[in-house]
């Protein structure tokens, strides 16, 4: 008798990499439940609780956290053990982490994919750029992407598109604002050249959001959803025919006899409890969560591999007054790059890395530092206007190596449902701090090019919310988690996904690249179910 | 507050009711005291300068940081509400903030001065600039306290959003963020001011 199964496929999670996992299956014919820990929560209460709250620049603020349901609002949750804290920003709802983001969607470039083999440093991945080009194209297209086709992101071939790519994006770049443009101008003579950051802000309407109109606050919540968020890929799975369960933390992935995986068993926050079975299960339930969760079920792991080779971006800031009036804070908080060192025999020694220009309504900050100040009187609003004016931000991603000692475990407290918070252990190597130096003489002429006044340029390494490495892709079963097809090496019915699969970080935020793999897996999945 | 010239117009669509930062009147939830109070204060906002003596009545409470509220900032008149909100806060972070209040009333009252920069023109003592830019930044930045995301918890309590008053000097080239002024791709334009800037 053939088994009985409650779905073909589960998916754990439902943020951007599990909603697209979990529609291209349902676009595929197949049976889907999507198990989520978090609740929905609609777009207008996130901005009543933004505005309401004094806290603006939390960007955790207008989201949840619950005792079942931790974010990292909760300090006790993550716990770091390690040298480096690691400051992590996740939430859990649905839709996931994406809600607030900068939206910023880049490919990784073909070396990122060859590191070891190229620059003799970190891994290569088990698969090439190549392999991966067509379902970066499907990734852009279900995002929604907004780029310009010819330019060349790794600052090291002028003139040519790079990565390649077989198809355009599917909307184009939104426009530059006036104070990108003239920090480009006035940076040019320099030798640097600032590229469209490809960014899921449409610059028109697309699948039913609408384009960007510069409210400024794609972080901690866009008020109109012209940022992606996974919640859009909820929303179409759900009505591709998934079953979408909120408030269910998975606490266990089981085992069956013959080495598959057989069920997963969830809790809720009333107390009640359900196993559910499938023939396939996808684990997309985030760079922390999901190898904590492996761990804690004894799953995918007899190679002590999982949860190792964590990767942050780490980085630096500056900010300064330019002498002229730029005006910061027309249009998305964020637009631009810079790749002075993103590919070429730099990154043999050090970390490459990726400037991006920050474009927020800089009020606030400039408002308490006159206050500190003591500007009080009609004086302040002459100087909220003149300092805003001119206000300029820049911030760095710099890549890191995947090293085993740094990592991710199930810690020593429990939450409401009786499942272990997150404990990190991050130490920083002198890969990344030899990028300080040359990243402080971009600085340097930056802040001479706009003839400014600097108001910060710290040395102190601060890392982004993106992790790497913790659910790692390789061509070996000794030493990494999962296959090139995210498949778990000990269950063949077990994927994997998310941007914990990235072997190297690259210095480009990674959402767009485990999205990729995320409907890749899916394809393959839907033709074994 | 209406007549703050920030208040991006055609935006009360997108407001959900009952936001807390909106005037009373606005909810349509108009209260006598609410009443008195702007009169009070509107009237104050024209005769401070002429008629000191009116500071002079003002005491420690809400109304007389209502009042003192309205000089320090120049603004003609605050939402009586906020003003509310705001005094209770304050003096809930700092026990001393009424006494601070009242020095403070009495400084300006004694100083003569008809206009904040005529005041801070008199030189006036540290402990009454502190007590100034307590002031100053509730209404400019919309809270009591200090927010530090960095903290689980910290003190700050939400005074307003929108009618922070941070807002106003660069209302026509920036947005208050989450609400809508501007097209598409506005942004690849500099602000008409810019010649000026």
Redesign the interface.
Known sequence: MANQYDADVIVIGSGTVGSNAAYELAKQGKSVIILEAGVRIPR?KL??S??????????N?PYPDQPWAHTS???EYVENVGGFPM?ANFLKLVGGSTWHWGGATWRFIPDDFKMKSTYGVGRDWPISYDDLEPWYVKAEWEIGVAGNMNEDQSGARPGQTWPPRSKDFPMPA?????ML?TFKNAIAPMGYDVVAEPSAMM??SYRGRP???????CAP?C??GANYSGVFHADLAVEAGCKLITDATVDKIIKGADGKIEAVHYKSSDGSEATLSAKTFVLAAHGYESPKLLIMSDVGNKNDMVGRNLMPHLGLGVDFFSE??V?????PIQQGAIFTYRDGESRSRHSGMKHAVNN??P??N???RL?KK?V???????R???D??RYMSLYTMFETLPDPANRVQPGDKTDALGNPNIRLTYNVDDYARGAIDPCIGDYQKFVQAMNGETLNMSRDLANHDHIMGTTIMGASAEDSVVDKDCRSWEHENLFIVGTGNLPSSSVVNPTLTAVALAIRAADTIAKEV | MSDIPNRPSGTGA?I?AG???RPAAARGGFRRRDFLLTSAMTGLAVSLGATPGLAATAGADAEGFGTISAF?T?QATLNPALVQRAFTQLVALDGGFADKLSALQTAIKDSGADS??AF?ATAPAQDL?DT??TI??VW??????T?D????K?D????T??DAL?????SD????????Q??????????AS?AK?
């Not at chain 1, 005006?327 to 249009?331: C, I, K, N, T, V």
């Not at chain 2, 700050?156 to 005074?159: C, S």
């Open positions: 207008w901005i009543e933004f505005r309401n709250s004094p806290r603006r620049q939390d960007y603020g609002s909760s300090h400051v939104q426009k530059n604002s006036y443009d610059s028109g384009g960007c109109v510069g409210n400024n606050n919540v008020p109109i002229d009036a005006w910061p804070g027309r249009g927020f309504v009020n606030e400039i408002t308490k206050l003591g009080l009187g009609s004086q302040l609003d002459d909220i206007r003149h805003s004016a | 997108h959900p936001v807390p930062d320090v120049g904040i920069d801070l600039r100034m830019t100053t930044a400019y930045l919309g809270y009591t306290g927010p995301p960095s903290q689980e910290d700050a309590k939400f005074v959003y929108r941070m807002w106003g000097p660069t080239a920036t947005p208050i963020p989450t609400y809508s501007h097209n598409q791709n506005y942004w690849a334009k500099p602000p810019i800037d």
